[in-house]
Structure formats: structure tokens, C-alpha cells
């Protein structure tokens, strides 16, 4: 394992194409595992997401402005005058970008630089996710979550109704089922076919972190003591059957998770800076960081699951090797 | 009605944190003189570095400080709890702001003139990541002598404010007489008996006198004078009432809770929302007092805009302190009763459609 320490709060933790780790930072840089430094934000890196191509990572600062980092350099996709960009999310599948500041979110086409396409909210967007082709964007709101078509400029969008306000949001790999996390520590998710409703509740805290794994048949969430998994197996997914908590710890909160999205392994942040990794068909969990600290604030495993990034709050942050 | 307290939680997941971030909650009616008060925090030498939230989208740096611009944006749960709306801006606001490097000394938070205060202040206890992170310093609520009794008589939002206000700071006290002043003073003490009131001219007073106060910290909850709630007759802050038993002499029914045709320096009049002060001298049987507690909290919290407590429980050396914001409950045994210390149990609710008597009957039933 390898171990740095940075001097401002992690945002996000990446592993780009070529499986090398990137983290995204409070103090608005973006700091490659090769050394290289990208300072792009005037202010902190809010959100960060893979570029559609695997090459660099796109983040969003308090500046308002979203920016492309590789190693080599950075350039500049937007600028939303100061509005804070609160999330940001890439395809690559349609190779679009998505970004929201405030009650708008835009997409741009990197391939395009004169494309751009803005979504109004009645409210504040907390996250978007993009559907499994890249087609549709999914924005999680106060009331429920819009999903829009990704390309067409004037639409209305579909409003998936659910009272209360939606933090987080995710699409099942298979396109059927929409998840969301809320501010009232559960999940809903709507089985989008037929918008069937999925209450997914009995979570003890805030669910900051939710990731699909092993081909999409499992789903993981922070917000217990333990990971939570639901199984996604089915024209039902989760209905009517229970979830596991793995890992679970009296006295402690998981509050990031991570996985490989084709295979088994599966990873947990804590909020005593613990992080823990585990094969989920073999078990058991492994101690990846053994050590307390400040909460973990951004986790990622890479796609073939060989490699886990993570950071803390405090700015502590590593990369270990999964592979046993 | 299904409510979430997950503060006993959150201490057992997260690492204690003494280093949590003070936010103080600026309220006011428009012309009240924040704009004044936020100008001096900017551009004073405090040597601290604040992040300022304001009511106005987009952002900017002065100095060393942080202005930052939300929009108020009011989430109620779908558990349909009143307890549990809370102000979804603060939020994303917050979080970002603890991403940043470095961090702050202190955050103040303007509301708009016409915000609630109540889901602002609720926030700092039922979100998460802004308990984990940050504290609620105190709500400071700035009035104009000038215009605050028209404004307490037109507007609710005029009178929850200064009801929910751990300190009121009485602004433009140059452009009124001193017997004007000890007006307006008695009817904020009618509306609030447990906040201190500052006298300022042109917002002028000291930093440290209005921030990092730990209004909320139950270990300073030192006193609690139920006497401010109505003072004797013929004194300051003496609000009449139908306890008097003498003749206003008016000439006008009262009308309460409507507005009233009478002009800003008219009489004292009891508003819809005021304090009551509950006192017994005699200890107080505990588990009755928490039952009747929360009971009384869960059927009339809405109504409760705060409330703080001292109470000599029967068999403990220790005083029992509490304090409410609608449900929201925090209690535990303080520091033990001095040698010298009158031991007795004081209380004051503010809200409003409280019934004095009823409450007064409750409570003196929990003695031991």
C-alpha cells in the first residue's frame, strides 16, 4: 500500500482508464498518482467524476467552474459564474458530461464545444446520474427525481414523485430500476417500467454512498454499521426480499462504498477512517486500513477490482492492491 | 407521527469532536441593520477567517472571508414531522464548506426577513453531516427600535424571530427616547424572556460579544430568571395583563393576535406568542418531570418554539438542564448544586396557544 497525506479534505478518489488512482481535493487540485499536480479550483473540488473517454478526471469547484484534469493538463468545460457545482457525472457510453449548479444542470459533449443543453429545477439538483446507454440523465431533487432525455433541448421532463428530498441517485445497470438516497435515511427506488415504488428503509443513518457490483445483481449502500446489499435479481430486483449487512461493527458507521462494477469485491469507508475490503462470494473482510482517523470521505475500487483508492478528511489518502 | 432523534446515534458513530465549526444564525426583518452587521464582519481586522451565507446566489471572497450566496429552500420529511423540516440550502452549503481546506473560526448564517427560524435552527440537529461537522452557536435576531412594534404587530415572522432568539440585539436605539426603549424592551421580554438584549446604535458592537456564545451548550445554561417573564408592576419590562387587577384604562378592547390600530409606541400588549415562567420550590420527582416533558413536547412541540430548564430533582446533587426547539429535546445532569446555591427548578416555554395554567398545573404535579 501506499500512503500520502495531503493537507486539504478528499473529495473524490478515481481510478481513469489506464487504472491509475487520481484524487480530487479540498484545496482545488488534482493530484495524480504519477506525482502531477493539476491546481485547477480557486476554492475546493465539490464534485469529480471520470471524463466519458477514461482519461482524466472532471471536477467541479466552489469557483463554479468545471474542469478536465489529466497528468498533462487541465482545461476548462464550463464556467457557472461562482454557482457552486454541486455534482457532476460522465458517460461513456454517449461520452456526455453533466454538471449542476444550483437548480440548472447542463450537459456538454467534449467532442462538440458548441453543445450544451440546460435543465431548470423548481429546486436545488443534489446529484445526477447518467442511465446505463448515456441517453438520459436522472437529477435527484427536492420531491423526487426528473429524468431527462440527454440530447433533446426543449422537453419536459418525466418527475418521479416521491415526497421528501433526494440526495443520491443511481441507475441499475440494466436500466430497470432507479435508485435514490434521502435526506430521511432510506431509499426509494422506482422500477422504472411500470414506476412501481421501492421502499428500502431501516437504514440507522444518512446514506451518502450507494454502488452496484457483481454484474449488477448486487447493490451496495453506506448508512449502518455494516455495508448494506440488496439483491437486484429479477423482474422484481429487491422487492419483497430482505437485505444483508456485511461487515457489520457496533459503535461505528460505514459511510463510503466502492466495488467493481463485473465482479465481487467489495469495499467500505468508515467513519473512523477504517477501510475494509472484502470478496463477497469468499469472504471475509480484510483490513485495508486498520488505523482510526478522520471519517473517509471518498472511496473507489478499480474496474477489475485489483485496486482500492481512498481518502480522509483530514487529507490522508492511499492506494493498495486488492489482488491476493 | 413518526419522528427521527438520532443525536444519541450520531455520538456513537463519530469520533468526539471538540473542534466542531460555530454557526450563528442572523435573523431580522428587512431595514433591521444585518446588512450593517455583515458589512462590519467582513471588512473588520477580527484576525479570523468567517465564511458569511447570504441570501443571494453566487460567491465571493473579502480578505480572508467567504461569502457565500443560497437560496432558502425549506425540506419538509416525508415523515410529515415539523420537527424534522430543515433548510436543505444550509445543508449543501454546509457540506461544501467543510471540503474546503483550511476551514473556518466561525460561520454566520442570514436568513431572509421573512425565513422561519425554527427549521434553521432544527438542521443543526437533525442533518447528519451538519452535526457531525458544525454547531449552532446561537440565533441572534436584530430589531430596529424605531420600527419593531409595527413590524411585531404586522408580521408573524417579526415575532417568531425575536421568540426564537438566544440573544436580540436593539438596533437604532439613537432614533428613539429611553422611555420608548423600555417600551419596546418590555414587549420583547414578553415575546422572549430568556434572551438577553443588547442595545446597539448602527449595529456597533464587539464580535466577540454576538459570536462563538455556545448558546446551545447545556453546560451554560447558568440561569434562568423566571422574574424577566413578567416583572413586577411598576417596573421595567412590566408587561399588563388580566393578572393586574387594575384598570388600564385604554378604552379599547384588545383584540389579541390581530393587528392593532394603536402605533408602534402604544401600550404593552401581550402578543400571540410569549414566554412562560414555571417555578417550584420544592424538588421534583425526575421520571414524572421527563414524562410529562415529553409528552407535552410531541402533542404541542409545533407550538413550543423553545424552551430551557433548571430542575432540582428529588435524591440528586446534580442540576437537571434542558432545553427544547420545538421536539427537538436535549437534557443531562450538570454540575452539582452549590453549598450556597437556592436549590429550586425554574422553566420558561416560549410559544404560542400555551395555556399558563395548564402548563403550571402539569409541572407543579411532577414534585417529589
Not at chain 1, 106 to 121: G, Q
Not at chain 1, 136 to 143: E, F, I, S, V
Not at chain 1, 285 to 294: F, L, N, P, S, T
Amino acid at each position: 500500500m501506499t500512503s500520502r497525506s495531503f493537507d486539504a479534505p478528499v473529495t473524490a478518489a478515481l481510478f481513469d482508464a489506464s487504472g491509475q488512482a487520481a484524487f480530487a481535493l479540498g484545496d482545488g487540485t488534482v493530484r495524480f498518482e504519477d506525482g502531477s499536480v493539476a491546481e485547477v479550483h480557486d476554492g475546493a473540488v465539490l464534485s469529480a467524476c471520470l471524463h466519458p473517454s477514461g482519461r482524466g478526471v472532471v471536477t467541479g469547484g466552489d469557483d463554479g467552474r468545471v474542469v478536465w484534469s489529466t497528468p498533462d493538463q487541465a482545461q476548462e468545460l464550463a464556467d457557472a459564474h461562482g454557482k457552486w457545482i454541486d455534482a457532476v457525472a460522465g458517460s461513456p457510453e454517449s461520452g456526455l458530461i453533466a454538471f449542476s449548479s444550483g437548480k440548472t444542470v447542463t450537459v456538454l459533449d467534449p467532442a462538440d464545444p458548441h453543445y450544451r443543453r440546460d435543465f431548470v429545477h423548481e429546486r436545488s439538483v443534489a446529484d445526477i446520474a447518467f442511465e446505463p446507454k448515456g441517453r438520459k440523465l436522472a437529477c435527484a431533487t427536492y420531491g423526487g427525481v426528473a429524468t431527462w432525455f440527454a440530447r433533446i433541448e426543449t422537453q419536459k421532463p418525466t418527475f418521479l414523485k416521491w415526497a421528501g428530498s433526494h440526495t443520491r441517485v443511481l441507475y441499475a445497470p440494466d436500466g430497470a430500476f432507479l435508485l435514490s438516497a434521502m435526506q430521511e435515511n432510506q431509499l426509494h427506488g422506482w422500477r422504472l417500467k411500470d414506476s412501481k415504488d421501492l421502499r428500502m428503509g431501516g437504514y440507522p443513518a444518512k446514506i451518502r454512498d450507494m454502488v452496484f457490483f457483481d454484474q449488477g445483481r448486487l447493490m451496495a449502500t453506506s448508512g449502518a454499521h455494516g455495508v448494506v446489499v440488496w439483491p437486484f435479481v429479477g423482474a422484481g430486483g429487491p422487492m419483497g426480499k430482505e437485505a444483508s449487512e456485511l461487515g457489520f461493527e457496533e459503535g461505528v458507521a460505514v459511510v463510503r462504498v466502492a466495488a467493481a462494477p463485473r465482479g465481487p469485491m467489495l469495499a467500505a469507508g468508515l467513519a473512523d477512517g477504517r477501510v475494509w475490503a472484502m470478496d463477497v462470494r469468499t469472504g471475509p473482510q480484510r483490513w485495508i486500513v486498520a488505523e482510526r482517523g478522520a471519517p473517509v470521505t471518498a472511496l473507489a475500487v478499480r474496474e477489475d477490482g485489483g485496486r482500492l483508492a481512498w481518502g480522509r478528511e483530514d487529507g490522508e489518502a492511499g492506494v493498495a492492491d486488492l489482488a491476493t | 407521527m413518526d419522528c427521527l432523534f438520532p443525536f444519541a446515534w450520531f455520538a456513537t458513530i463519530y469520533p468526539p469532536m471538540t473542534d466542531k465549526i460555530p454557526v450563528t444564525v442572523l435573523t431580522g426583518y428587512l431595514g433591521a441593520g444585518k446588512t450593517t452587521l455583515l458589512n462590519r464582519i467582513l471588512t473588520e481586522d477580527h484576525g479570523k477567517k468567517y465564511a458569511v451565507i447570504v441570501n443571494e446566489f453566487g460567491e465571493i471572497g473579502i480578505d480572508n472571508d467567504l461569502v457565500v450566496g443560497a437560496d432558502e429552500e425549506v425540506f419538509e420529511m416525508n415523515n410529515g414531522c415539523v420537527c424534522c423540516t430543515v433548510r436543505g440550502d444550509l445543508i449543501r452549503v454546509l457540506s461544501g464548506l467543510m471540503k474546503r481546506k483550511g476551514g473556518f473560526d466561525a460561520i454566520i448564517v442570514e436568513t431572509t426577513g421573512l425565513a422561519d427560524p425554527g427549521p434553521v435552527a432544527q438542521t443543526f440537529f437533525m442533518d447528519e453531516d451538519v452535526a457531525a461537522r458544525t454547531r449552532l452557536d446561537s440565533v441572534t435576531t436584530l430589531v430596529d427600535a424605531k420600527h419593531v412594534m409595527q413590524r411585531l404587530d404586522d408580521s408573524k415572522e417579526a415575532r417568531e424571530q425575536v421568540a426564537f432568539a438566544d440573544q436580540i440585539l436593539l438596533n437604532k436605539t439613537d432614533l428613539v427616547s429611553e422611555a420608548e426603549l423600555a417600551v419596546v424592551e418590555a414587549r420583547l421580554r414578553g415575546l422572549n424572556p430568556l434572551a438577553p438584549i443588547r442595545r446597539t446604535e448602527r449595529a456597533k458592537i464587539a464580535l466577540d460579544q454576538i459570536l462563538d456564545q455556545n448558546r446551545f451548550d447545556l453546560e451554560r445554561i447558568t440561569d434562568i430568571r423566571p422574574e424577566f417573564v413578567n416583572p413586577a408592576h411598576g417596573e421595567d419590562g412590566h408587561v399588563h395583563d388580566e393578572h393586574c387587577g387594575h384598570d388600564h384604562g385604554h378604552g379599547h378592547d384588545h383584540d389579541h393576535g390581530h393587528a392593532h390600530d394603536h402605533g408602534p409606541r402604544g401600550h404593552a400588549h401581550q402578543d400571540d406568542i410569549r414566554g412562560i415562567s414555571l417555578s417550584l420550590d420544592r424538588p421534583i420527582d425526575g421520571q414524572a418531570f421527563t414524562r410529562w416533558l415529553d409528552k407535552l413536547l410531541a402533542e404541542q412541540g409545533p407550538d413550543i418554539l423553545r424552551a430551557k430548564g433548571i430542575i432540582e430533582i428529588a435524591g440528586e446533587d446534580r442540576r437537571l438542564v434542558f432545553q427544547a426547539v420545538h421536539m427537538i429535546l436535549e437534557g443531562d445532569l450538570q454540575r452539582e448544586w452549590g453549598p450556597n446555591e437556592r436549590r429550586w427548578s425554574r422553566a420558561v416555554f416560549i410559544g404560542r396557544n400555551l395555556d399558563e395554567a395548564n402548563l403550571k398545573a402539569g409541572f407543579e404535579a411532577c414534585a417529589a
